[in-house]
């Protein structure tokens, strides 16, 4: 049995087409309401509103499900369902007669769509201000349906079926001047000239008589046409030719699907907006048979775009003002609804005087985020994502081409940075080059991507010359510190908060998010900041701003411009990360570059981001890291040492050692290129304290008595000291306890000479711990007991811990190695941790407390591995071995055993 629901025209309800009796006004009433909203739950309070709208008796809600229940006998089970505090109808495809005609006319299927009308919308019902909305909606687009057809008979010269259609359509709606406009013309183009002058001559006493008031301008603009016997004006087609291979944005296209009045495409340039817009606008057109209007505004005053559109709807002279070509455009388009797009908008000052009326809809492209138009759809573009760049790709240059060398197409992709221009410009090359394979491309665009994407440098340097100078440096500063996001503060700190707003309005600066401070954080697109590094100073031409406020002139000053912005960005860094290294549980052995500039925040900005500085750093480590080496590869070299040494205490804490390595190669190449020997000498101390950790022992004696030469050289006895201790942990290390207590008996003097308490704290541990190494228990207890007093006057929580780590062995008490633990886990210092995990295990198996102590030197070796720390992870894997041969598990404790035996005989004598 197939049944089916007629709402266009009176209710019916039928079944293998013959009319099924639902019986009664209320069920109906429900009936009705739930079909205008088919396979939507519709809430009780709703229906019960539609079915009582004076004033519903206490019974209400039973007597609502009563007529549900009679329903549901009437139709039979299973369409209509219960949901939550509501009731929805589900209908099959083709079930519901209102539902077809929508598809209809999305098809272009008007006259099919038009034939379903039996009348008005439930015309034999009361009917409810609640259906209004959904009715008005219906009526609206039967009207736009009966004009396309209308206008596709005119255009094949049937002129006598669409005055008809039009003449039925002005029965139930007498007043609609638009329909009337529609008529006198149509019959004017099909030879009827008196007709239609009769016709009008009709429509105009009715409103005088009935409404009291002339017609409107566009009826009295057609009046006039067939007065003069002109020729007609075409309705314009003006849209450009859609794009064949348009591909992706479903989401973006779903949105622009309608209803809207002003929908605004914003994106970077070569995001795909005026492709977008004019796919979304030629699958709207058919719902705009009286034309659609492309106006490209570009810098224009609105002036000259309302000129264009006015001649292209027939008036030859516009009036002279914006004003009135503004209110005379709303009058011709309140009578013709049609389609506009609006290309490569300004700002919304300009989109203004061009908006129309209610009924038609205007799709707007501007580089700039418009967002000051009430009641706008906005749509932001981004680049595509990589399988829809390759599908791109693929429907260029070819699909199966662009399969047969997938990691090339990849990295093609990956060049053009996911802008659709880019994208279409490679496969265009592609296309062009049938011989090329695509790694050819993918070298070429290595080599230099702006001279094989001509079409991209254009554009963006297009986008790049409209800025203010000051804000085309900063694109630049920005490209120099690579694609990462930057936080809000430094951006603002070192380009002012005014140039940050306007990169992002104009969509060259995204915004990507916040920090956990709850700050944004900004990220200059890959190609737009590729393209300001590389094209930036050319572009600039003549002249720019210089760093002091003055004129300077040439390409060097552009280069200048962008090299201030950066050495601001990092003296804001340092004086940030200085500050919150300051604020770190341990800070010994910092050092810091004094000729290095700072830029410090307002203090209670500061306050704000660094009250939590492990969180802060741990945010923006790899940003400064970034920092570092743009500052290296430009040759700022003590900004660039500066910022790394502020970095060594997190570092250090949470065990970054590759960030560590990275930064301080990168400072050290720039130091000794530019001379900077207390530099030179910071960054190979830091290396060598990484080589340390990873037992490179050979590295990190080098480093540490190269450092301690140059310090020496330099007068700077603390800092020799400091590498000192790094040759003391070396020779200990090594096993040569005499050389490393001598070290460090050397660097305590040097300490204590200098009033370095932290640098004390450091040395008095050191020779506890050596000397408990070396059987020493009453020295190792001297000194670790005035290194913990020491520590814990001082504040320094981690120090405590490394003391207590010793203290637990010399004592062999697990009470001081859970303290330590403690400590290192409340500062998120795994390698401390894992020591500590490690000394209790060991105590743990002394007790018998197998499982513990198994489950302690497990995670201990995890973290040695993942940091690679070949001494600790053999250690580790010796306690583990001999803990299983304690359990009689003697084949995994010989596995174990010999794992650890290998990893000794790899570690550096």
């Known amino acids: 049995m197939t049944v089916t629901f007629h709402v266009l025209g009176p209710l019916e309800v039928r079944s293998d087409g013959r009319p099924l009796r639902i019986s009664g006004r209320k069920p109906r009433l429900l009936l009705a309401t739930l079909l205008l909203d088919a396979g939507r739950v519709v809430s009780a309070d709703r229906l019960v509103e539609v ?20 329903l549901r006998s009437g139709l039979g089970a299973g369409w209509l369902r219960a949901d939550g505090s509501g009731y929805a109808i589900d209908v099959p495809g083709g079930a519901l007669d209102l539902l077809v005609f929508e598809e209809l006319v999305d098809r272009g299927d008007y006259a099919g769509a038009l034939a379903l009308w039996r009348g008005a919308p439930l015309c034999d019902l009361p009917g409810s201000p609640l259906w209004d909305r959904r009715i008005e909606a219906l009526d609206a687009l039967r009207l736009r349906a009966a004009e396309a057809l209308a206008e596709r008979r005119i255009e094949g010269g049937d002129h006598d079926g669409a005055v008809s259609a039009l003449r039925a359509l002005l029965a139930e709606h007498p007043y609609r001047e638009d329909l009337w406009r529609h008529l006198v013309l149509t019959l004017h183009r099909g030879g009827r000239k008196a007709e239609a002058l009769r016709t009008y001559a009709a429509v105009r006493d009715r409103l005088v008589d009935e409404l009291g008031v002339e017609p409107g301008a566009g009826l009295r603009a057609a009046y006039e046409v067939i007065l003069a016997d002109d020729a007609l004006p075409a309705a314009p087609r003006q849209l450009p030719p859609d794009l064949p291979d348009f591909t992706g944005r479903a989401g973006a296209l779903a949105e622009l699907r309608g209803p809207f009045s002003v929908a605004v495409i914003s994106g970077p340039p070569g995001v795909g907006k005026s492709a977008l817009a004019v796919h979304a606008a030629h699958t709207l057109r058919t719902a705009y048979p009286a034309g659609q209007l492309y106006l490209e505004l570009g810098g224009r005053d609105p002036a000259g775009p309302l000129a264009e559109a006015l001649r292209a709807l027939g008036v030859e002279q516009p009036p002279p003002t914006v004003p009135e070509r503004s209110a005379l455009l709303r009058s011709l388009l309140a009578e013709r609804p049609m389609l506009v797009l609006l290309a490569d908008a300004r700002d919304a000052a300009q989109v203004r005087p061009l908006l129309p009326g209610n009924g038609s809809a205007v799709i707007v492209t501007s580089r700039r985020r418009i967002t000051e138009l009430p009641g706008a759809v906005c749509v932001q573009l981004g680049p595509f994502e990589q399988e829809e760049a390759l599908t791109l790709l693929g429907r260029v240059a070819g699909a199966e081409r662009v399969a047969r060398e997938r990691e090339a197409a990849r990295a093609i992709v990956a060049a053009c940075g996911g802008l659709p221009l880019a994208v279409r410009n490679a496969g265009a090359r592609l296309a062009a080059r049938p011989g090329w394979s695509l790694a050819v491309l993918r070298q070429r665009l290595q080599d230099d991507w702006l001279a094989e ?24 500063t920005l490209g120099r510190l690579g694609a990462r996001a930057q936080p809000g503060w430094v951006v603002d700190a070192a380009l002012g908060r005014h140039v940050t707003d306007l990169l992002v309005d104009v969509n060259l600066l995204d915004p990507v998010g916040t920090d956990p401070a709850g700050q944004p954080r900004y990220r200059v697109p890959d190609l737009i900041g590729r393209h300001a590094l590389e094209r930036g100073p050319a572009l600039l031409g003549d002249g720019v701003i210089g760093l002091d406020g003055g004129f300077d002139g040439g390409f060097d000053c552009a280069l200048t411009g962008a090299l201030g912005g950066v050495s601001r960005m990092l003296a804001a860094w340092t004086a940030t990360a200085e500050h919150a290294m300051a604020r770190l549980p341990t800070t010994v052995f910092s050092l810091t570059a004094d000729r290095a500039p700072r830029r410090p925040l307002p203090a209670h900005q500061l306050e704000r981001l660094t009250a939590d500085p492990v969180t802060w750093f741990e945010a923006e480590h790899e940003a400064l890291a970034d920092a570092v080496e743009a500052a290296a590869g430009l040759g700022l070299a003590e900004p660039a040492w500066g910022l790394a040494a502020a970095m060594v205490p997190y570092l250090d804490l949470r065990c970054h050692l590759g960030t560590w390595r990275r930064t301080h190669t990168a400072a050290l190449t720039a130091a000794r290129a530019a001379g900077d020997r207390y530099g030179e000498a910071a960054m190979l101390r830091g290396l060598a304290q990484v080589d340390l950790y990873q037992d490179r022992y050979d590295e990190s004696a080098a480093g540490f008595t190269r450092s301690r030469r140059i310090f020496r050289d330099l007068g700077d006895s603390r800092a020799e000291a400091i590498s000192i201790c790094g040759l003391g942990a070396v020779a ?16 305590l003097a040097v300490f204590l000479s200098v009033g370095d308490r932290h640098g004390e704290a450091f040395a008095r541990q050191a020779i506890g711990r050596v000397c ?3 059987g020493d228990q009453h020295g190792a207890r001297e000194s670790l007991t005035r290194a913990v007093l020491l520590a814990r006057e001082l504040g320094d929580a981690h120090r405590e811990g490394c003391v207590c780590l010793q203290l637990g062995r010399l004592h062999r008490e697990m009470s001081f190695h859970r303290h330590a633990l403690e400590i290192f886990e409340s500062l998120g210092d795994r390698h401390c941790g894992a020591y500590a995990l490690q000394d209790l295990a060991g105590l743990q198996a002394a007790q018998g407390d197998l499982v513990r102590a198994s489950t302690g030197l497990e995670r201990s070796l995890a973290v040695f591995r993942e940091l690679g720390d070949r001494s600790g992870e053999a250690s580790a894997t010796q306690l583990l071995g001999e803990l299983h041969r304690s359990a009689g598990r003697t084949g995994l404790a010989l596995d174990y055993l010999r794992h650890a035996g290998a990893l000794r005989r790899n570690l550096p004598a």
């Not at 004076?54 to 809600?61: D, E, G, L, N, V």
Request: hydrophobic share 40%; aromatic share 8%; charged share 20%.
């Open 453 to 476: 994407l001509g079409d991209v440098r254009a554009t963006l340097d297009h986008g790049y010359a409209r800025l203010p100078r000051e804000a085309a440096h900063a694109l630049g």
């Open 51 to 70: 079915l009582w709208p004076q004033r519903p008796p206490r019974s209400a809600q039973a007597n609502l499900r009563t007529y549900v229940s009679s």
């Open 732 to 747: 200990q290390f090594r096993g040569r306890n005499a050389r490393a207590l001598a070290r460090f008996r050397q660097a």
């Open 772 to 774: 408990l190494q070396s």
